[in-house]
């Protein structure tokens, strides 16, 4: 059955919705989109986190998820992927429905390719990596490239780096490439000084130094590095811990054995998944980001946002600098060197302000409608 809307009709396609910047994306557009202008849905692949169902449900937006196995590896995803994703584009899409992409390597282009074999006019892919962890995974993407770039026909990026992992020059040179703002709820994230120390009371935290890091327990995020970067503030300030955020997933118990492995496990959190990141930003005292591999990491805008000070990886792109709050070290430094840059950044004074960021388009309304102002241009190109 095809959706009959007098609106434009919009799909936002996540291959693997689970936990991390790009289900904050997607989230945050959903959320402040004009509803009176667009029939919006989410479609994914497969749903890894039950996280998000009841914002889905307050929104009143759909979240259609095509192959509901809980346990599913990335290759048997694609192979019960491609044909589903084929099926409810014939049964239940019609051809001038706007389906933005996002993804994270130039295999998911494959999902691109059928909704062109379909006859989608509008086809975004929106590129939000920068690596792979391994080379059989960068090979596999290099031939995504070649074979899959001109499936799309708008190109939307959240970084440079982002933008040349995924599109080959050709395509940064075309008219139909973009850049959109991971942005964020500015008012949400500021600092406030009364909030912090509710917190900090709360998770009984008043009389610790908190290190804190955000994000999936994987190899881009470097967390073997992070507990090393920590034993060493940890002989320098007793009162320190480390807060982890992130579900309990992929390499999480490697790093938790790897915590008890240095002697330091009573010292470090694993807070688990979470939707009350805004407050933890507010509790810490330094946030740190020594990934191997970033696109251009929301965890980032939103710290600068709480006035947080930043240790973060130069392997991540300095397009993330919006403040003074980032200070970038590299990954060739010894965990000794980071830790005394992270004792350093304590002292940082935090002032509540978020006018570069806004001015810098990383406000979520303002991104928001820009994208719509796209989606009608897009949509006014083809029908």
């Keep these: ?53 009841s914002l889905f449900k307050k929104l009143d937006i759909p979240m259609v998820v095509l192959v509901p196995d809980v346990e599913i590896n990335p290759i048997k995803r694609f192979k019960k992927g491609l044909p589903a994703f084929k099926t409810y584009l014939k049964q239940h899409i019609s051809p001038d429905t706007i389906i933005h992409f996002n993804v994270s390597n130039s295999i998911d282009l494959l999902y691109v390719k059928i909704a062109k074999s379909k006859g989608i006019k509008v086809r975004i892919a929106h590129s939000h990596n920068s690596s792979a962890t391994s080379n059989l995974k960068k090979l596999a993407h290099k031939m995504g490239m ?15 780096l982002a933008a040349s992992w995924l599109f080959p020059k050709k395509v940064l040179k075309n008219q139909n490439y973009y850049f959109i703002r991971n942005a964020i709820d500015t008012k949400k994230y500021q600092f406030n000084i009364s909030k912090r120390e509710q917190i900090r009371k709360k998770y009984g935290w008043t009389d610790n130094l908190v290190f804190g890091e955000v994000g999936r327990f994987n190899k881009q995020k470097n967390h073997k590095f992070l507990l090393e970067t920590f034993k060493e503030i940890v002989q320098k300030r007793e009162n320190a811990i480390l807060v982890l955020v992130g579900a309990k997933d992929c390499l999480y118990d490697d790093i938790k054995s790897y915590a008890e492995e240095l002697g330091i496990e009573k010292k470090v959190i694993f807070f688990g998944k979470t939707s009350k990141v805004a407050d933890l930003l507010q509790a ?55 830790a005394d840059t992270a004792i350093k950044l304590t002292s940082v004074a935090r002032e509540p302000d978020s006018t570069s960021l806004i001015k810098e388009g990383y406000d979520v309304n303002s991104m928001v409608k820009n994208l719509e102002q796209l989606y009608l241009k897009f949509y006014r190109e083809n029908n």
Excluded at 22 to 47: A, P, Q, W
Excluded at 146 to 160: D, E, K, Q, V
């Design 1 to 53: 059955m095809i959706m009959k809307s007098k609106k434009i009709k919009l799909i936002m396609f996540e291959e693997k919705f689970g936990l991390g910047g790009i289900e904050t994306f997607i989230t945050n557009v959903l959320s402040c989109i004009n509803r009176e202008k667009f029939d919006v849905r989410l479609v994914t692949i497969n749903k890894a986190t039950d996280q998000y169902d």
């Design 146 to 160: 070649i074979l899959l770039a001109n499936t799309p026909n708008y190109y939307f990026t959240c970084s440079n």
């Design 284 to 338: 810490f005292d330094v946030f740190m980001l020594p990934s191997l591999y970033e696109g251009l990491p929301f965890v980032l805008v939103e710290s600068q946002a709480a006035a947080l000070s930043s240790l973060v990886s130069n392997t991540v792109t300095d397009e993330i600098k919006l403040t003074k709050y980032i200070v970038f070290d590299s990954l060739k430094n010894s965990p000794k060197e980071w």
